[in-house]
């Protein structure tokens, strides 16, 4: 099912301003989005306004052609996983599954059918008469899962379902959601404050700050094309490199002057209307050219090194005291307390305003 949010705003009673301003959104049936950002920027108001257990101020929710806003949560054909997935601990893993559709008196056959072919789908099966206490954290997510699953819902709403798991568990779990996801084709909407969970599960992904959205669209373009510093400086570990300067004869110069850079054709014509005012650049660790000299080229003392295995994380000062992270690969060999050359891929900066923080380029 299609969820369309129009102008979506939240003020929760006694609060002076807006929780959330100003969504739109458009989730495509069967997507698989992510609603990201830091603690505190609204992603669980927003999400519960989608489940209805949470006022809208205003704007329009809509599910496929239907205004929602007025519809009662159990009327909205969805299903929703917490963060703490509070199973019944008397009940079987079996009747667990089975409670909400008892509830709505649902015939017996359909019931268990369903529930088999959840524990099918999630692995559990042989757990099936277990009671909570007697499986896995793991296990127990899954069966909070399946007590979504087997609801068949239009849409499945997930508000950091995998938080409570130790870090091994959540990158399965994590595979799994997607498996999961792409065998059901259910719209899901998932909340997570874990950017490498948006990036590695979602087909959409929204971030959002202090209730605003900063940028919507697939993992790929948050990466690419962050679409001002504060994305750039949320997406991606480590954290993006960035400079501020100044654009001086189509020139990049950083406000110390340890870095003098001439971009790409390309990015000049970008920087055109930039000229003698204040910009940032961003570049990713792995951008960097190692050892290699060029009109671009700076130096930068080795400070730390942390060996990742496939890749080398190289912690540099540079001349004028400014910190830059560069990637190389594992097998590079480097020592610290040695100043090297690099420079930059022309290709890989990101150019954002000054003043405004917006991108440029
Ligand atoms: N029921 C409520 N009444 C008033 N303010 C609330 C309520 N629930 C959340 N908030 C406030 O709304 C903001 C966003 O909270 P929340 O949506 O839980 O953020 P997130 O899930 O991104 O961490 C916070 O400042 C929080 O204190
Ligand atoms: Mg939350």
Redesign the pocket.
């Known amino acids: 099912m299609k969820v369309s949010l129009k102008n979506i705003g939240k003020k ?1 009673e ?2 002076e301003n807006f ?1 959330i301003r100003n969504i739109n959104l458009e989730i495509e049936d069967k997507e698989f989005c992510a609603i990201l ?1 830091p ?7 927003l999400l519960r306004m989608i489940a209805g257990l949470n006022s809208i101020t205003e704007g329009e929710l809509i599910f496929g052609d239907k205004l929602m806003n007025k519809v009662a949560p159990k009327d909205r054909d969805i299903a929703m996983v917490f963060q703490s997935y509070a199973l019944y601990p008397h009940l079987t893993v079996y009747d667990n599954m089975a409670f909400a559709l008892k509830m709505k008196k649902e015939r017996k056959e359909v019931i268990h059918q369903r529930v088999l072919e959840a524990a099918e789908v999630l692995q559990i099966t042989e757990y099936l008469y277990s009671k909570p206490s007697d499986i896995s954290g793991g296990q127990r997510q899954r069966v909070a899962l399946g007590r979504a699953m087997v609801r068949k819902p239009g849409v499945f709403l997930m508000d950091e379902p995998l938080s409570n798991l130790d870090a091994k568990l959540r990158e399965h779990m994590r595979v799994e959601l997607v498996r999961l996801h792409k065998q059901l084709g259910t719209t899901s909407i998932y ?1 997570t404050h874990d950017q490498t969970e948006a990036m590695t599960m979602a087909d959409k992904i929204v971030l959002l700050d202090k209730g605003i959205i900063q940028q919507f669209g697939k993992p790929e373009e948050f990466y690419n094309k962050p679409s001002n510093l504060f994305v750039a400086g949320f997406i991606g570990s480590p954290t993006m490199n960035v400079f501020n300067g100044v654009i001086e004869n189509g020139k990049f110069v950083s406000d110390s002057k340890a870095i003098v850079v001439e971009p790409n054709e390309t990015d000049k014509e970008a920087l055109r209307p930039y000229e003698g005012k204040k910009v940032s650049m961003g570049i990713r660790a792995e951008r960097f050219i190692s050892k290699k000299e060029d009109k671009n080229s700076f130096n930068a003392m080795i400070d730390v090194i942390e060996m990742l295995g496939k890749e080398k994380l190289l912690y540099t000062v540079l001349e004028d005291g400014t910190e830059c992270t560069m990637s190389v690969p594992g097998h590079y060999e480097y020592d610290t307390d040695q100043a090297h050359n690099f420079t930059f891929d022309l290709d890989a900066l990101h150019f954002f305003d000054g003043e405004t923080t917006k991108r440029i380029n």
Request: contains cysteine.
């Open positions: 929760y006694g609060r929780t950002g603690s505190g920027c609204g992603k669980s108001t909340v």
